[in-house]
Each structure stands twice: as C-alpha cells, then as structure tokens.
C-alpha cells in the first residue's frame, strides 16, 4: 500500500516533535518493485542490471513534489508496478513507496454486494482487465475476501457503471467477498517486460505526495 514507511512515519514525527531522525540526504534513490512495496519496500527488482536511481527532485510546494529529470532503469523480466525511495543504492532504509498509478476511487461493499461479490464504485471508469488494489481507509474495515495490496482483475462479469468485480486471474472467477465493508481502490499500470529492458519514468512524471 503506498505512502511513507513505517521507518519514514517514525522519522517525520520525530523530526516535528522531537526535532530528531534519521533523514536521507538530498536526492533519494529511487527503487522499482513487482509486486506490492508495502510499507517496507517489499518485492523490489532483482537482477538484469537493476539498480536504483539517485534522482533530483523538485522543491515541495502544496504538498507535492516530482523528478527534475527522467529516471532510467534496467529491468529484469517481469512486471513493474510500484517504486520506492531510499538513502541508500543498496540495503538502507525505505522512507516511501508508492504504485504506478492513474485514478482512485471510495469502494463500498454492502451485504447485498457482499452476496454478488459486487464493489460499488459510483462511476469508476473501470474497464475488463484493469489491475486493482484495495487500501485501507482509516477506522474503516476492507471488504471480507479482499486484501489489501493484492493486484487484482477486474473482470467483465458484473461490469457495470456504478459498480465491478474482480479476480485473482484475468477474466478468472470473482473473489468471494464475504463481508461489509470500504476501502480506497487505485487502478495501477503493471509495465511488464517478457525479457531484460529498459524502464523509465519521464522528467516531472513520479509525482509524490506527503498524504501517501
């Protein structure tokens, strides 16, 4: 699930309130995972040439900031679907991770979904084959049956404008959600590479922001 990791939260509340922590000096290296980062930059890419990325980022300005200038990896063969920054080329500590990713949206699972395995999703603009994850919303509850960070399908069955279905497997059975519930959903773009290439995010691309 995106945002900063439990190491970074640590270290922004101690800098704020103790004026303390550990901090990464000026440009982060930036990591790519294949799998879900999670709050510890999990699944990162091995092999291939990888190596993570010292990057310039731009000054923070309404709690955003981006990549002054493209960022270029070697991949292994595989998906690509998250990043994470670190104040190390290897080893280190994760401060943040985050998906490759286009649009959120508010999911909402009611018993009569539950028993469709139904997420309503008021006008999504999701479509077959999307890839999704579910997040958890604060002193909210994700849906039974789903878990949090796991990229799904969404599938055709079901598909309509208000609401979706979705599977472990493309065009697969529909997860059986056995329980209410709300959680965010972000679509996020799986890049995948069926041998050894070249990945790159462009100049003002990877977007960052401090609520992640």
């Known amino acids: 699930m995106p945002g900063l ?5 640590n270290a922004v509340l101690d800098r704020i309130y103790n004026f303390t922590g550990t901090f990464p000096a000026a440009n982060p290296y930036i990591s790519l995972h ?11 890419l091995t092999g291939g040439g990888y190596a993570r990325q010292q990057t310039d980022f731009t000054a923070a300005a ?15 063969a595989g998906d690509v679907v ?15 991770t985050g998906f490759f990713s286009t649009v959120v949206g508010l999911a909402l699972v009611r018993t009569a979904d539950a028993t469709a395995d139904d997420v309503q999703s008021q006008t999504h603009g999701l479509a077959a084959n999307d890839r999704v994850e579910f997040e958890v919303v604060e002193g909210l509850t994700v849906p039974a049956g789903l878990t949090a960070g796991t990229l799904y399908f969404v599938i055709a069955t079901g598909l309509t404008t208000d609401a979706f279905r979705v599977s472990t497997t493309q065009g697969g059975a529909a997860v059986n959600i056995t329980g209410n519930g709300s959680a965010i959903w972000r679509k996020v773009v799986v890049t995948n590479f069926s041998s050894a290439g070249t990945f790159q995010v462009a100049a003002g691309d990877l977007d960052v922001y401090a609520t992640e």
């Open 82 to 96: 998250g990043w994470g920054a670190w104040d190390a080329v290897s080893a280190g500590n994760c401060f943040q």
């Open 62 to 76: 309404s709690g955003t900031l981006s990549n002054v200038g493209a960022i270029t990896w070697s991949v292994p």
């Open 34 to 44: 294949s799998a879900d980062p999670a709050d510890t930059g999990a699944n990162e």
């Open 5 to 9: 990791s439990d190491f970074g939260e």
